[in-house]
């Protein structure tokens, strides 16, 4: 280990015009903040298996806080001291108070409170049982002290990795999804956040020590420094962290716009960031960005929810980063994983997933606050946001599954960049798509931030979907079911149009076909707005409709010849690419123009329009795609009408099709029991 020279504090003043050493648009600067997430945690899934991913630590207990005090070892590589847990009893009666803590560590003591008499415990497996002096009926508060050691073995994302670096070691934590359990006894499970937590950590004095929340005090004692880090706003455990190296601090402000401190109150709130100590007294470039992303973030997603603590960064050796509360660990230095992981503060930190299959609403909302970032600072990054947005939704055609993930077993599909990443920022943006309409967009996500069922709590999509649905007045629950919760794949479009010459310009009919099957998707039929873009001798002409139909004709209007039709030509939906062609005939226009009543338990009514068919063959799949029901129907002067008896169908979803020579259209329905 190389002499340390005497503890240097960096002060900068962070503004929200960054000074840049290398040019904007340099993708090795700019950095692909997501992909560097994914790839960062998943490759260390290698090091060594998951644990077992079922959280045991009592149910009936809502932890309200946590005191860790704890004495780290780098050079031969051990953690140990104690941990609090204190907490409500909650549902029915206590008596054995489980948490969760691996084998690894041992367990020496556990107490009732700081100094109390001793309680009998076991250490079976992976679950530490405590025995309390009494039971504890619902409302009543527990408070424990647990004492242990060990040497964390390094999980499916590293969890607690001792190393050397140019000859100085360093230590750190990554818990993220199952880890904290790894390293520290605690109910190891998203969904119950303590209120506050403190962490104290003895450490030779050549190193520091980052933590959540405010550092409160630094006292040397003897050869050695114990740095305590304090936070008050509520937190899971899986964004408890220590990052522990020789480094350099550099503190600096971020001070809110007189833009956003008129809608929020003025603001001044520390930057606190620990940068490996390799001679140099730069900031490393993208870190440099926070308070211009922060300016940024707080105009899109509501004020930081941590303002009266801190934000800022602890260097680490893992590739990529990792959103711990209030301090990010981070082994890049890219402008856009600098944004993605601000962007998780809100979304991930703030509100955290009542449970892992809902993690997109993690990765994908911090894969989008990357683009918004680059949206709005265009002018500086000219291009980025439109070709990372291309970029993720070629990547997004890889999403295998729906997007609530069903398995939560595995690291690599948990994080498979093309699900919860790349496709959960492409809902969102055909999410703002849908919406028509930016302003109602952004206040879907500061809504959902400032959500009093969610705020600094815990949520799932039903909870996103319900914000969503109340900001745009809106029935999205097609676009939640077929992007996100029950549906796979994308459409696949194929498109015709025909045009003759009307009073005052030209009619246009345009035809537009879906035909993805299963196993590709198992959506019948994508429902969703689409643009179409008619060229005409006089300019671009732009329509916006509504695609429920596996075939669908619409009838346009423009004031001169068409040369070419384009299908959504700002690629809002996630689709395969569109072909297009044009026809020498005016399209039949078989639609169907009702169904109801639907939900239907007994029958249901078909109407419909044939153009100059006068018999359609009309048929009835199930979801699956298996035909449960055929047959041939007459129409009068163009009109046609059948009653479907669903008395013998299954509950569950079923398409309806009716069908000519050349033309057919579908519609979905749903059975009831």
């Not at 959280?55 to 946590?66: E, G, K, M, Q």
């Not at 050549?206 to 509520?234: A, F, H, K």
């Not at 509100?351 to 989008?368: D, K, M, V």
């Not at 097609?478 to 459409?491: A, K, L, M, N, R």
């Amino acid at each position: 280990m190389r002499l340390r020279r005497p503890l240097l504090l960096i002060a900068f003043i962070a503004t929200a015009t960054p000074s840049f050493a290398a040019p904007p648009t340099d993708p090795a600067v700019l950095g692909d903040g997501a992909l560097s997430c994914a790839e960062g945690k998943m490759v260390l899934e290698s090091l060594a298996p998951l644990p077992e991913p079922q959280s045991v630590a009592s149910a009936n207990l809502d932890v309200t806080y946590y005191h860790l005090d704890l004495d780290v070892d780098l050079v031969a590589s051990l953690v140990g001291g104690s941990v609090r847990t204190v907490g409500t009893v909650i549902n029915s009666p206590l008596s054995v108070l489980t948490l969760d803590l691996l084998n690894n560590m041992t367990v020496t003591g556990v107490t009732l409170g700081e100094g109390g008499p001793a309680l009998a415990f076991s250490h079976p497996g992976n679950a530490l049982n405590i025995t309390l002096p009494a039971p504890v009926n619902p409302g009543g508060q527990v408070d424990v002290v647990v004492s242990y050691a060990g040497t964390p073995s390094s999980g499916g994302f590293g969890y607690f990795q001792f190393g050397t670096r140019a000859g100085d070691r360093y230590a750190w934590s990554l818990s993220e999804p199952y880890g904290a359990r790894n390293w520290w006894p605690c109910k190891d499970h998203p969904s119950d956040k303590a209120d506050s937590v403190r962490v104290t950590v003895t450490v030779p004095s050549q190193y520091r020590v980052g933590s959540q929340g405010e550092l409160v005090s630094e006292t040397i004692n003897g050869g050695n420094t114990t740095y305590d880090w304090v936070s008050r706003y509520p937190i899971s455990s899986y964004l408890v962290s220590l990052a522990i190296g020789e480094y350099v601090r550099h503190l600096g402000t971020y001070t809110r716009s007189p833009a956003l401190a008129g809608e929020f109150g003025a603001l001044s709130m520390p930057l606190d960031h620990l940068v490996y100590d390799d001679g140099s007294t730069a900031l490393p470039f993208g870190w440099g960005n926070v308070a211009d992303v922060l300016d940024v973030f707080e105009d899109w997603f509501g004020p930081y929810p941590f303002a009266s603590e801190k934000y800022g960064h602890s260097e680490t050796t893992f590739g990529g980063g990792m959103e711990h509360q209030t301090m990010t660990s981070l082994g890049g230095n890219t402008v856009g994983l600098v944004a993605h992981e601000l962007g998780h503060q809100w979304y991930g930190d703030e509100i955290s997933p009542r449970s892992w299959p809902h993690l997109w609403l993690n990765e994908g909302f911090a894969t989008y606050s990357e683009i918004l970032y680059y949206q709005e600072r265009d002018a500086t990054y000219p291009g980025t946001a439109n070709n990372l947005l291309a970029s993720r939704y070629n990547t997004a055609q890889g999403a295998v599954g729906t997007l609530v993930l069903e398995d939560t077993t595995s690291v690599s599909n948990m994080f498979d960049f093309s699900r919860v990443y790349a496709k959960g920022a492409v809902v969102l943006n055909m999410l703002r798509f849908v919406v028509d309409d930016d302003a109602v967009f952004k206040t879907i996500l500061r809504d959902y931030a400032a959500d009093p069922a969610v705020e600094y709590g815990v949520a799932t999509t039903a909870d996103f979907e319900r914000v969503a649905e109340t900001v745009s007045g809106l029935d999205l629950t097609t676009f939640f079911s077929q992007w996100v919760t029950t549906g796979t794949g994308y459409p696949f479009y194929r498109s015709f149009y025909y045009a003759q010459p009307s009073a005052g310009g030209y009619d246009v009919w345009v035809t537009l076909q879906q035909f993805q099957t299963q196993p590709w998707s198992n959506v019948f039929a994508f429902e969703t707005p689409i643009e179409i873009a008619i060229m005409t001798t006089g300019g671009e002409e732009r329509f916006r409709v509504q695609n429920d139909q596996r075939e669908q004709v619409f009838h346009l209007a423009v004031a001169a010849e068409p040369l070419s039709v384009e299908i959504d030509p700002d690629n809002w939906i996630l689709r395969s690419e569109i072909l297009t062609g044009v026809s020498d005939q005016t399209p039949s226009l078989l639609a169907i123009t009702a169904l109801a009543p639907n939900p239907s338990r007994n029958a249901i009514t078909l109407q419909f329009t044939t153009g100059d068919a006068d018999r359609v063959a009309m048929d009835v799949f199930d979801v699956a795609g298996r035909r449960v029901m055929s047959r041939t129907v007459t129409s009068v002067a163009g009109i046609g009408a059948q009653t479907i008896d669903t008395s013998r169908l299954a509950a569950g979803v079923y398409f309806v099709r009716v069908r000519t020579a050349g033309s057919q259209a579908s519609r979905k329905f749903i059975v009831v029991r």
